[in-house]
């Protein structure tokens, strides 16, 4: 009979060693890991049966996970190994059987340099009051660059921060500030509950892991408003995108009113892609929207697709361009021509960049 937790422990292990960020786990198929973007099955492990893959799953839940996951059929949760190695999983159904997608998340928490980002990043993290996103497809860096941002304030300023997740990513250590990390399904009902709970717990900062639905965002753009520094993330490709979906989410008699709270609360919009670099693992290319008069009247006038027009031209105030981004990276030979018009959303305006 296999022993599951060993043999989880064993292939943690060789994440690790490789240096991958991805351990998944499918009926029929090898254990598989990801490294520097790339999937690579361990062949000489066997594939795995139903029952492997449901052993797998009872040595990461807790009794009551598993009971939620067996009648909600997927579950989110955090796993940690005895070795302190802590990871996000999602366990799911597929074909009947168990699928586990486990992500690894890193001890230390590096600075926004380590990651290769721009320095401008730690401005929002210097500011008392506003909202700010990190924006992307999964698997972007996204939870990443803000344990970045949440550490740099951690190091630097006594404030009270409370994170909204689930599951709980990062663990922080607290040095200057005080903080609480909230775990929905834990130790709260949802993301809209806790935040509307952080207004009667003398918070400064808050982090909401995803931005989940109207009430959810309703009570960050209020938070921002009301004099609170709210950092969240959303799965969307660019700064103008994610306005729109965040007033697309409201109802219609709503959006004008929501359009106002956003223009005015507003810090920032950073999005960003992980490439594969040239050298081998990955490397961050960005955009970067800075909420100035301009931006707040386009956000107001509901002429948002001229956002992307005013980050082409705001170098001057802190605006970063994904072109220009992209162009820089392939000038100083960190990626490839190919993977910068891959990861292009205009691959006409940087065509003329490179």
Do not use: C, W
Not at 198 to 206: G, L, P
Not at 250 to 268: E, N, V
Request: a negative charge; proline letters at 4%.
């Amino acid at each position: 009979m296999t022993d599951y937790a060993a043999t989880l422990k064993k292939y943690i292990n060789v994440l690790e060693h490789e240096g991958g960020s991805d351990l998944h786990f499918s009926t029929d198929a090898h254990p598989t890991i990801r490294v520097a973007g790339a999937l690579t099955p361990m062949l000489k492990e066997p594939p795995l049966t139903p029952d492997d893959t449901m052993g797998f799953l009872k040595a990461l839940l807790t009794d009551k996970q598993m009971e939620h996951f067996l009648v909600e059929q997927e579950v989110d949760f955090a796993y940690e190994s005895d070795e302190n190695a802590r990871f996000r999983g999602n366990a799911f159904f597929q074909r009947g059987s168990v699928g586990i997608a486990l992500r690894l998340i890193p001890k230390t928490i590096r600075t926004v340099q380590e990651l290769n980002l721009p320095d401008v990043l730690t401005s929002f993290a210097r500011k008392s009051q506003g909202f700010f996103l990190v924006v992307g497809p999964v698997g972007q860096g996204k939870t990443t660059t803000l344990a970045a941002l949440i550490e740099l304030i951690n190091v630097e300023r006594m404030e009270h921060i409370v994170t909204i997740e689930d599951p709980v990513e990062y663990v922080y250590q607290p040095k200057q500030s005080l903080i609480d990390q909230r775990e929905v399904r834990i130790d709260t009902k949802d993301f809209a509950t806790a935040l509307q709970s952080a207004f009667r717990q003398d918070v400064d900062v808050i982090l909401v892991g995803e931005m989940r639905g109207p009430e959810t965002m309703a009570a960050a753009v209020t938070a921002a408003e009301t004099g609170h520094l709210v950092f969240s993330t959303l799965h969307t490709n660019n700064a103008a995108q994610t306005i729109d979906r965040i007033i697309d989410t409201f109802p219609a008699s709503q959006q004008d009113q929501i359009r106002l709270q956003l223009a005015a609360s507003m810090a920032g919009i950073f999005s960003q892609r992980l490439i594969p670099r040239v050298s081998g693992g990955l490397i961050p290319t960005y955009e970067l929207l800075v909420n100035n008069k301009a931006v707040a009247n386009l956000i107001r006038e509901k002429r948002t697709h001229e956002i992307n027009t005013v980050i082409e031209t705001g170098s001057g105030e802190g605006m970063i361009d994904m072109n220009r981004s992209l162009a820089e990276l392939v000038a100083r030979g960190e990626i490839t021509v190919e993977s910068a018009y891959q990861y292009s959303l205009n691959p006409n305006v940087l065509q003329r960049l490179l």
